[in-house]
């Protein structure tokens, strides 16, 4: 069974960084396209980021790129998304989930992905 946890989500303050990471357990990421979302409460889902099975390629929504970088250790079975510059808008349940396949749609939609963690807070906050 797919297995991912995701970790590293908390509070910071605005103009703080963390980094999440998600991990996975009974398969090997190598095959999989990796994307993260994120959900502020009464609002819908949206995608964050998402990186192809290599690592070549990645795509972010417009509200954090240049803020967001997303990377992959795929020896480590492990995919990071590195957060600075947040702002309170920020704040929402992260997801990591996974998309069997070498390519990320830019489109970012949580319909192509089969597999999901169960999400990691994180609070923006002063």
């Known amino acids: 069974q797919l297995q991912l946890v995701e970790s590293g989500g908390g509070l910071v303050q605005p103009g703080g960084s963390l980094r999440l990471s998600c991990a996975a357990s009974?398969?090997?990421?190598?095959?999989?396209?990796i994307g993260w979302f994120r959900q502020a409460p009464g609002k819908e889902r949206e995608g964050v980021s998402c990186i192809s099975s290599s690592g070549g390629s990645t795509h972010y929504a417009d509200s954090v790129k240049g803020r967001f970088t997303l990377s992959r250790d795929n020896a480590a079975n492990t995919v990071a998304l590195q957060m600075n510059s947040l702002k309170p808008e920020d704040t929402a349940v992260y997801y990591c989930?996974?998309?069997?396949?070498?390519?990320?749609?830019?489109?970012?939609?949580?319909?192509?992905?089969?597999?999901w963690g169960q999400g990691t807070q994180v609070t923006v906050s002063s």
């Open positions: 989930a996974a998309s069997a396949g070498y390519y990320c749609s830019p489109r970012l939609s949580s319909f192509e992905y089969d597999s």
């Open positions: 009974g398969f090997t990421l190598d095959y999989y396209a």
